[in-house]
């Protein structure tokens, strides 16, 4: 016996992937964007070396945006991949 309900109109909405998605900051997370920029910054100003914060912030910011392009939750998961057990590896 299946009874079919009927639901509201309106019932079900589209879901918009900007939801479902981090917030990212120049492509990347914005919790590491702050976090890159905050050490960067105190490489370059606070320990007046800037040949070496500018362009480590660079290639981090780049890794990162690369990272965040193919899986934009790559911070979450990192972790666990390194903590689980590689059963595969060759």
């Not at 909405?13 to 492509?27: D, F, N, V």
């Not at 100003?45 to 480590?56: H, N, S």
């Not at 392009?69 to 990192?78: E, N, S």
């Amino acid at each position: 016996m299946t009874q079919s309900i009927e639901e509201p109109e309106d019932y079900r909405l589209p879901l918009r992937t900007s939801l479902t998605r981090p917030i990212l900051l120049a492509g990347v997370p914005r919790a590491f964007a702050v976090l890159n920029g905050t050490i960067c910054a105190a490489i370059a100003f606070g320990l007046q070396q800037p040949l070496i914060g500018i362009p480590l912030w660079l290639v981090l910011q780049a890794c990162a945006a690369w990272a965040a392009a193919r899986d934009p939750w790559f911070l979450d998961t990192w972790p666990r991949h390194l903590a689980k057990p590689q059963f595969f590896a060759s």
